[in-house]
């Protein structure tokens, strides 16, 4: 109804222009409620972190400190921009866009529900991975071109881990496709429905928690957070970054941790579909279902994030390769047989 | 068929821009007073020596060849896992014996010690 509105409006203009901007419009209308999401995430790890600890967390800016976000943006965008000398200057200042990009463009294939996606194609499991694993072109660019050890460890550490679990990512993933049988998510979603108990993650359950492990390795959080580990190398890659350069860096970082939380619920938690297909379950709108599951994985983020020690650097290795890569191999192999040789074979169709 | 695809080479270009943008409008709206102590590299209030483009463990050199290996093996086993009903039985022998090979590499180099880090 609305596209009808808009074309009519703008009937003078070319149709190329016409149709691509009313793209632009549809991705300013993903992209705007995700960075107010990504906004209020940061404050509500704060508070949520706050309260864990028994203090309050920010309670100053606004009502109840509900401003907060609004006046940290504000803050880092008066901040100078520090260039270090010996850094390779076009590379520093790139990093961050590089890291940010990826984190965003990944939302274009996002099914909010069964109708709300913006390019609903057949590989979106494909390209989500792909722009994944772009994030760490980013952190590692970062490293090399601030030219200073920190960074430059920071980096190191960061890529060989991002690295390590991408793989334990990647087969957890195979399971979900051998039971989905479709690379689009929103099929996936879909092929999910019936219930709670159709969802993946009780099927998959060991691919569920490797996923999510590796999803929190991969975003680089506590416990995983070597990278950046304040306690050794002050703050690792971004170290020597300031200002917006800095901002840009924490908006990827929390758009990727969304991401992740996003993917999680599509793959194992059945997306948009209530728990239960009766009376007070289905009156609630899709989107709320989505939106309620997601923030239930991203406050793990948080719990994670307030409760765990930092992993030592060689037991990050030890956890990726000899524990995670393993149990989803054996995994594989459990689908495989009991999809072909078992009477419960039905469980993983 | 591409035009599925437009929309998403477009929200590329917006996530650079956004970045670019955010960046852009820092430089100008934020102070610029650089001076000697302010752009050197950051080490804890020491003057920086050597370069920090040192020599590093060849660990990591490793993992990323063990990634190779194994991320080209993911890419093989999504087409598979996707039409698994269809190539049935046969097809799920067929890649246990390439994954059983894999699993001979990788108990290899767990046993000579190419995963530990101390």
Known sequence: ?349 | MLTNYFPILLFILVGLALGTVAIGVGKVLAPNKPDAQKLSPYECGFEPFEDSRMKFDVRYYLVAILFIIFDLEIAFLFPWAIVLDEIGVFGFWAMMVFLGILVIGFIYEWKKGALEWE
């Open chain 1, 1 to 349: 109804m609305m596209h009808e509105f808009y074309f009519a409006w703008t009937g003078w203009l070319p149709e190329a222009i016409q149709t691509t901007s009313w793209i632009v419009i549809k991705i300013m209308a993903i992209l705007l409620p995700l960075m107010l999401c990504v906004a209020y995430f940061t404050f509500a790890e704060r508070k949520v972190i706050g309260y864990m600890q028994t203090r309050v967390g920010p309670n100053r800016v606004g009502p109840k400190g509900w401003l907060q976000p609004i006046a940290d943006a504000l803050k880092l965008l008066m901040k100078e921009i520090i260039i270090p000398t010996k850094s390779n200057k076009f590379l520093f200042l790139i990093a961050p866009i590089l890291s940010l990009a990826p984190a965003l463009a990944a939302w274009a294939v996002m099914p909010f529900t069964d109708f709300l996606v913006l390019a609903d194609i057949d590989a979106s499991l494909l390209y989500v991975l792909a722009l994944t694993s772009m994030g760490v072109y980013g952190v590692i660019i970062a490293g090399w071109a601030s030219n200073s050890k920190y960074a430059f460890l920071g980096a190191m550490r960061s890529a060989a881990q991002i690295v390590a679990y991408e793989i334990a990512m990647g087969f957890a993933l195979v399971g979900v496709l051998m039971v989905a049988g479709s690379l689009n998510l929103r099929e996936i979603v879909l092929h999910q429905s019936g219930g709670f108990w159709q969802w993946y993650f009780l099927p998959l359950f060991p691919l569920f928690i490797v996923y999510f492990i590796s999803g929190v390795a991969e975003t680089n959080r506590a416990p995983f957070d070597v990278a950046e580990g304040e306690s050794e190398i002050v703050a690792g890659f971004h170290v020597e970054y300031s200002g917006m350069a800095f901002a840009v860096f924490f908006l990827a970082e929390y758009a990727n941790m969304l991401l992740i939380a996003a993917l999680t619920v599509l793959m194992f938690l059945g997306g948009w579909l209530p728990p239960v297909d009766v009376a007070p379950f289905i009156w609630m709108p899709p989107l709320f279902w989505f939106g309620i599951k997601t923030a239930f994985v991203a406050f793990f983020f948080l719990w994670f994030r307030a409760t765990f020690p930092r992993y030592r650097y060689d037991q990050i290795m030890r956890l990726g390769w000899k524990v995670l890569i393993p149990v989803t191999l054996v995994w594989i192999a459990v689908i495989g047989l009991g999809k072909f040789y078992t009477p419960f074979g039905y469980i993983f169709q």
